[in-house]
């Protein structure tokens, strides 16, 4: 029987990945140990909360005398972390919160298993759940692999830059088993209206203008929260100690670009006139520090363990608007409160 905590499992990918062990692997106990901060709803785990071999546990990683006695207590053989602050713009208002939880929550992390473990460094595992923001910014050509060097610019990816190189210290100074993934944009269910994709949605359902930061120029590469929830399981299960791992979509858009589709897609949906939506596109101050293009080569991943994207953008965007029209009642609960109050600080500037 193998216990496993999962750190950040109220969030948006966390919650997919914690859905993902739960169900298929009925002979494993996961801990979803979260803070539920602003980003943290257990709301997106009501499907499996009263399964036998699911729990939650509500605390903070940066506390280092909970985390030492959670792990004497609970006895984990293994950690999947995703655990983080994760909005770049949030960052760049708040950057001590991210030092604080990305870097010093996760060595406070590291170094409980370090001590737990000692002596069963061969049959534990500390996965790392990471970002390609840790790469920085391409130009117009080019893919980020897992040998390009780090070169992070805003507060969020030096923040999670600063993580992975802690990962890394913790396995070639103490020999802890460790694992890093480095992935691109996810979307889909449960994601945080704060970010790009949902909050689109969400405005434009509302009627509501759509900010696009600059020009709309900027490129992300978009991956589907299932598919990364899927590579994390065979990463956990197949790699090596110490090994690294892109995971990405070869599916690039430009911001405009995409807000252009999302538009064409909840005019169709929601019966209005073609263009309609298109309307509300607006224009605002870009981001500061802005990086211009992510992409990621992920065939590390398809060659070593055979991982492909399983469905198309297109499928994903459709379920994903789907998803967001179906859950109204979602979108209202963690729209209301502190949300309204982060949307006009952080729209109103612009
Ligand atoms: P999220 O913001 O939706 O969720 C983060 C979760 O962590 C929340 O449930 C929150 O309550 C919890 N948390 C925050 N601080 C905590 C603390 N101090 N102690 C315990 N729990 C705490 O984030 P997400 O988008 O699901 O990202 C999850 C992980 O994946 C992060 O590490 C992020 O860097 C990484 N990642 C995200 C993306 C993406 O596109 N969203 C892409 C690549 C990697
Ligand atoms: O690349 C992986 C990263 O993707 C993750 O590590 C981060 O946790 C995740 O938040 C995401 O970061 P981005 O900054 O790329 O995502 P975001 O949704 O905030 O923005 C996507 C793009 O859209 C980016 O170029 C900024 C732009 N944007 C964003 C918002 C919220 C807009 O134009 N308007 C907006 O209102």
Redesign the pocket.
Known sequence: MQKIII?????????HVVRRFVRNYPQYSIIN?????????LANLKDIEHEPNYRFVK?????APFIDQLFATEKPDAVI???????VDRSITDPIEFV???VV?TATLLNAARNYWKGNYDKTRFYH?????VYGSLGETGLFTESTAYDPHSP?SAS?ASSDHFVRAYHDTYGLDTVIS??????GS???PE?LIPLAINNIKQNKPVPVYGKGENIRDW?W?ED?ARAIDLIFHQAKAGTTYN?GGHNEWKNIDLIRLLCQILDQKLGRTEGESAKLITFVTDRAGHDLRYAIDATKLKNELGWIPSITFEQGLDKTVDWYLDNQQWLNDVTSGNYQQYYQQQYAKR
């Open positions: 750190t950040g499992g109220a969030g948006f990918i966390g919650s140990l979260d803070k539920l901060t602003y980003a943290g709803n605390g903070d990683i940066v506390d972390h995703l655990a983080a602050e994760s909005h604080s939880t990305n929550g759940v990471s970002t390609d923001e969020y999670k480095n992935c691109s944009n996810n979307y449960f994601h945080f970010k991956l929260v990364h995971i």
